[in-house]
């Protein structure tokens, strides 16, 4: 059984920075790659930022230059550091990660955390 714990979110200002953080933990062989989606109110989730093992970050158009995705190979862990945010940016945000038990693998998502952006 694999799960992603997610933290981070809350109430803040327009023009102000969070920090999201998701800890995977339970039977992982290895993990492919871990994101963060979105979803805000009436709209469908989207993709913000993947962090893939191999291969390149991407982020979502709007959040470019604002928002970093960086990982803790060693402990399981991806982080999202949000900066100049705006009252748009507020979602539930949803950690993401496709990892491989030792049978098979599959993609695995937290509960959310939601971000708050308003004055």
């Known amino acids: 059984q694999v799960q992603l714990v997610e933290s981070g979110g809350g109430l803040v200002q327009p023009g102000g920075s969070l920090r999201l953080s998701c800890a995977a933990s339970?039977?992982?062989?290895?993990?492919?790659?871990m994101g963060w989606y979105r979803q805000a109110p009436g709209k469908q989730r989207e993709l913000v930022a993947q962090?893939?093992?191999?291969?390149?970050?991407n982020y979502l158009d709007s959040v470019k230059g604002r928002f970093t995705i960086s990982r803790d190979y060693a402990n399981n862990t991806v982080y999202l550091e949000m900066n100049s945010l705006k009252p748009e940016d507020t979602a539930v945000y949803y950690c993401?990660?496709?990892?491989?038990?030792?049978?098979?693998?599959?993609?695995?998502w937290g509960k959310g955390t939601l971000v708050t952006v308003s004055s």
């Open positions: 993401n990660a496709f990892i491989a038990s030792t049978t098979s693998g599959r993609d695995y």
């Open positions: 339970g039977s992982i062989f290895s993990i492919y790659r």
């Open positions: 962090a893939p093992t191999r291969g390149s970050i």
